[in-house]
């Protein structure tokens, strides 16, 4: 039992490069989501998915787009990256809509 | 809006003394209130979670938090700190919508 999954760990871009970022869980949760972590920001949710297909727009959206193509799977774009989307990135997961959350271990992107 | 606050975002405690860390909420809606603790370059884990019943809750490592609906508050406390507690603590809020809204973290120190 994996938990959450993120790949890849570590990834520097230049800016308007694209990349994504995959998320995997093993646990069967419906609930999945993204967010960024920035120095004295705490954790902002970028886009959420309330089950396979669905996906919508958190509290920062703007830059990133996600996909839900499977139940296990949650994957978030950058299209064309840009500095200001230097960051940690995490993925959570969640049995409910009050439930615990379940984090991966976080990507840190850089980009120049 | 929901909102929660976390005062303090650095605090220094010497080792065997009492943990308090400060979260306040905002809500309409009686919210269910975690706490997450963050080691270094990983994830976050639930440490602890109010939902209903019993106001004060129990978590792991030792750690409780005790929620006061007339205060607006779920402040974490530790009777007697220990090295392996330095960290950052994350206080997070949900009304079942789901989104969850954390504080902007703090980070404890322990002195030895």
């Known amino acids: 039992n994996a938990g959450v999954t993120q790949t890849p760990k570590f990834r520097v871009l230049k800016t308007g490069q694209s990349m994504t970022l995959l998320c995997a869980q093993d646990?069967?949760?419906?609930?999945m989501y993204w967010y960024r972590q920035d120095p004295g920001m705490g954790l902002r949710l970028i886009h959420y998915?309330?089950?396979?297909?669905?996906?919508a727009k958190g509290e920062v959206p703007d830059g990133y787009n996600v996909s839900r193509l499977k139940k296990q799977n949650f994957l978030l774009g950058l299209e064309s990256a840009a500095p200001s989307q230097t960051s940690v990135y995490f993925c959570?997961?969640?049995?409910?809509?009050?439930?615990?959350?379940?984090f991966g271990p976080g990507t840190r992107l850089t980009v120049l | 809006a929901q909102s929660v606050t976390q005062l303090g975002s650095h605090v220094s405690v010497s080792e065997g003394a009492l943990v308090l860390l400060r979260c306040n909420y905002s809500?309409?809606?009686?919210?269910?209130l975690f706490w997450y603790v963050q080691y270094p370059n990983q994830g976050l884990q639930l440490l602890l979670k109010?939902?209903?019943?019993?106001?004060l809750v129990k978590g792991i490592n030792g750690f409780e938090a005790e929620f006061k609906k007339s205060e607006t508050s779920f402040h974490l406390t530790k009777p007697s700190a220990h090295m392996s507690d330095a960290a950052e603590y994350f206080c997070?809020?949900?009304?079942?919508?789901?989104?969850?809204?954390f504080g902007t973290g703090t980070r404890l120190k322990v002195l030895a």
């Open positions: 959570a997961s969640s049995y409910s809509d009050r439930g615990t959350q379940y």
């Open positions: 646990m069967n949760h419906e609930y």
């Open positions: 998915s309330v089950g396979e297909g669905t996906t």
């Open positions: 809500s309409s809606v009686p919210p269910y």
């Open positions: 109010y939902t209903t019943g019993a106001t």
């Open positions: 997070a809020a949900t009304s079942g919508t789901y989104k969850y809204i």
